[in-house]
């Protein structure tokens, strides 16, 4: 009696380790594209033009990093989608996250251009220029820093910039040495957002069943969307119509 009291203790264990606490998972998945001609890539810098630390900053042409519009795909590069609050339930594969994630800085420009972080994660920035950058954020809620990198400074080597709390909106990043340089990091305290890679795509995994609001946001113009409803059935993959925006840019 006591073996079959046991079995049947660790069976309703297992079933409620498995559970997870939603009643479901599932994924969403979409486009972000350029609505009309594509725009061609806005030259920043020629190759070996006189701006301060020529051997590293016009090594090569070098272009304006706030749009990226593939010409092929016309996908929208580096678009936020996020949810504002972390839901109730976390998928158990997505509740642990590495301590670190990279930041660094090649020809005078910050990559990646956009970046998510967890918050309590830490973003080692790395230079491999020669030359110096500093790195200056600009949180809502976190603490600002304004750190100087040193040139070559190698993984493991990097200064780190830790996180504590989430941001509501994505976080500019500059580098005061080189006042064309700039990204972004979002930092949450969940793990349900996505940054669309060059053909404008996006996937987020995971997600407890049930419907969401994302926000999708740019930084040429902040809010692409504010409230993006989406519907997520269990052990299913959603997939969005694709999303067609111009962006124009900041005055």
Not at 160 to 184: G, Q, R
Request: include cysteine.
């Amino acid at each position: 009696m006591t073996r079959l009291l046991s079995s049947a203790t660790l069976l309703f264990l297992l079933t409620a380790s498995t559970s997870f606490g939603a009643d479901g998972w599932g994924s969403v998945t979409g486009k972000i594209l350029w609505k009309g001609d594509v725009p061609e890539p806005e030259l920043l810098h020629a190759k070996g033009a006189p701006v301060k630390d020529p051997a590293d900053c016009s090594a090569m042409d070098s272009y304006k990093q706030d749009l990226f519009v593939d010409k092929d795909t016309k996908g929208i590069a580096n678009v936020f989608i996020y949810l504002r609050k972390a839901p109730k339930d976390v998928h158990p594969d997505a509740e642990e996250f590495e301590p670190e994630v990279v930041f660094d800085q090649k020809y005078c420009t910050f990559i990646p251009h956009t970046l998510l972080v967890r918050a309590g994660q830490s973003v080692e920035v790395l230079n491999s220029d020669a030359a110096a950058h500093n790195t200056h954020t600009f949180p809502l809620r976190n603490k600002g820093e304004n750190l100087a990198i040193p040139g070559n400074t190698v993984k493991g080597k990097g200064t780190l910039f830790k996180t504590k709390s989430a941001e509501s909106l994505p976080i500019e990043v500059k580098c005061d040495f080189h006042s064309w340089m700039n990204a972004y990091w979002l930092i949450l305290d969940h793990p349900y957002a996505a940054i669309t890679q060059t053909d404008g795509s996006f996937e987020i995994k995971n997600l407890p069943e049930g419907t969401h609001k994302f926000r999708v946001w740019h930084e040429r113009v902040g809010y692409l969307e504010r409230s993006l409803t989406v519907k997520i059935k269990d052990g299913e993959t959603t997939e969005l119509k694709p999303l067609e925006y111009t962006i124009e840019a900041k005055d």
